[in-house]
């Protein structure tokens, strides 16, 4: 509990007693709020200086291409299908895959020869997006309930993976590189968007789980995300791209934090805590 709780008698069930929250409760967390978005219709594309959703990071026309509904329950912080290098006839599969935006964009891209398979551990997010594509007559496409730390696939069935924004909420994510890898046929590529830490968060943000489910307590830095990734095998990783959040774009982020609310962050420069990353690697062909 905070000294501002403790002097007005309050706590909220977002603040974590310490700072190892255990890995059940950060699920649920992300769970609860991810089911949440589902329900709701809160995309910021629409805004395009927007840091989350789609604002900014997709095409008008990819935009225009999709269906409404998968736009409505967008989260992301970036966009892997333009990493991707997806080809038609591809298997592609989309961890933490939501509403679906990606899922849908990766099957336009690998034609009907393809297939993408989404993966998500929100009931209400699968349900939704195996609603879209129904009513939208997308057949390439398959959305799979399941933790990114374990994907219900078969070994060495995709040309591609890719996630957006996911894999940050994690609390294992040395699992979910491993994963990744276990899925990808030899010689194939991964492609992500994530956040990644920049500079150590305050307290009152690393221990609060509803930042963690906005996709801010739970970054890590960029060698320990790479050194993750090259742990779990991959090679021929690079950064595609990074851009660093300002004040006013990680307090948007942590709006549901009560962030505004909250005296003890209330005044403290946010800016170049967390950035954007797109990032490729290779799985080896032996």
């Known amino acids: 509990m905070t000294t501002a ?6 706590s909220t069930k977002q603040d974590v007693a310490k700072a190892g929250s255990g890995s059940d409760e950060i699920r649920g967390a992300v769970r609860e709020h991810y089911g949440n978005l589902a329900k709701s219709d809160s995309s910021c594309c629409s805004t395009k200086e927007s840091s989350c959703g789609c604002g900014g990071l997709y095409s008008q026309s990819e935009i225009l291409s999709l269906p409404q509904d998968a736009i409505a329950v967008s989260a992301g912080c970036g966009n892997p299908t333009a990493i991707a290098s997806l080809k038609p006839g591809m298997i592609v599969v989309d961890l933490g895959s939501g509403g679906g935006i990606d899922a849908f964009l990766s099957a336009r891209k690998v034609g009907p020869k393809g297939m993408v398979y989404g993966i998500d551990m ?3 997010m699968i349900n939704r997006a195996r609603k879209t594509a129904r009513e939208s007559g997308i057949q390439n496409v398959e959305f799979r309930l399941g933790e990114i730390e374990h994907i219900p696939l078969d070994a060495g069935v995709a040309d591609v993976v890719i ?4 894999i940050n909420l994690s609390p294992d994510k040395q699992q979910v590189f491993k994963e990744a890898f276990r899925v990808l046929r030899p010689g194939g590529r991964l492609a992500v968007s994530d ?3 920049v500079s150590d968060l305050p307290e009152e943000i690393r221990k609060n789980l509803t930042a963690w489910s906005s996709c801010v307590s739970g970054a890590v830095s960029e060698k320990e995300y790479i050194g993750a990734m090259k742990n779990a095998g991959f090679e021929h990783i690079k950064v595609d791209d990074r851009v660093v959040y300002t004040h006013e ?3 948007d982020y942590l709006k549901d934090s009560e962030y505004a609310d909250r005296p003890e962050l209330r005044g403290r420069n946010l800016s170049d805590l967390i950035a954007s990353y797109r990032i490729t690697a290779v799985r080896p062909k032996k």
């Open 5 to 10: 709780q403790k002097k007005s008698g309050k």
């Open 195 to 197: 956040i990644v830490l």
């Open 249 to 251: 774009q990680l307090s």
């Open 122 to 124: 929100t009931p209400e």
């Open 163 to 166: 996630s957006n924004c996911v």
